[in-house]
């Protein structure tokens, strides 16, 4: 079983829609949770960044963690043709990020 | 400002090659590390070096190595090459480092072809 696990998708959402995106996570001892976005053929990009449980938002963008569940979230509201990439949780686990496989997301206009 | 700079973008290289992969951080941050992202997959770690010493290592083997110099710029080097490590190379850097990774910020990645 992996560290984490993450749908791949493709999760194909119309313009407009709010989308949800979801990681589960076994070790307990994660305390920072990260959502990245990658486009295409791009390196990742930091979207979220969040220590131990609860919400945190940046414009149309909310990250959600549940530790108690092991469980976090990120929620993209009125989304767009450009946030059409892959997402991808990580959690820090000393010095090195864990990440997720990637959720790739397409927007559609 | 310069965000993280890699060189080179594309390389292919043929089986028992070696290779080295450069990488300049964002100016001011000191750690960078690498990771391995195979198509399909997330990145995965390689190593993190911080005021030159290296200071966690991924379940690599020794064929991958790196170094980093005076300027906080940083190589990867891979001997050796087996058709999978055809893969993209990302650097991050870190304006910290230790027992917390903190912000990771990745440049746009060194995409190596194994033929």
């Known amino acids: 079983q992996k560290e984490v696990e993450q749908d791949p998708g493709p999760l194909s959402v119309p313009e407009g829609a709010i989308v949800s995106l979801n990681c589960t996570y076994s070790?307990?001892?994660?305390?920072?949770f990260m959502w990245y976005r990658q486009y295409s053929r791009k390196g990742p990009e930091l979207l979220m960044y969040?220590?131990?449980?609860g919400n945190k938002e940046d414009g149309r963008f909310t990250a959600q963690v549940d530790k108690s569940s092991k469980y976090i979230s990120l929620f993209i509201r009125d989304s767009q043709p450009s946030d059409s990439a892959t997402y991808l949780c990580?959690?820090?686990?000393?010095?090195?990020?864990?990440f997720g496989s990637g959720t790739r997301l397409l927007v559609r206009p | 400002d310069a965000g993280v700079t890699q060189s080179p973008t594309h390389l292919i290289k043929t089986r028992g090659q070696h290779v080295t992969l450069r990488c300049s951080p964002i100016?001011?941050?000191?750690?960078v590390s690498w990771y391995q992202q195979v198509l399909g997959q997330g990145p995965q770690f390689i190593f993190q070096?911080?005021?030159?010493?290296?200071?966690g290592r991924g379940n690599f083997p020794d064929r991958f190595s790196a170094r980093q110099f005076p300027n906080y710029s940083s190589e990867l080097n891979v001997n050796a090459l087996l058709l999978g490590d055809s893969a993209l190379y990302l650097c991050?850097?870190?304006?910290?480092?230790?027992?917390?990774?903190?912000?990771?910020?990745f440049g746009e990645g060194s995409r190596l072809t194994v033929l």
């Open positions: 991050a850097s870190s304006p910290v480092a230790g027992e917390v990774t903190g912000e990771l910020f």
């Open positions: 070790n307990s001892a994660f305390q920072y």
């Open positions: 969040t220590y131990s449980s």
């Open positions: 990580a959690m820090d686990s000393s010095y090195k990020l864990i």
């Open positions: 100016s001011g941050h000191k750690s």
């Open positions: 070096y911080y005021e030159k010493e290296e200071r």
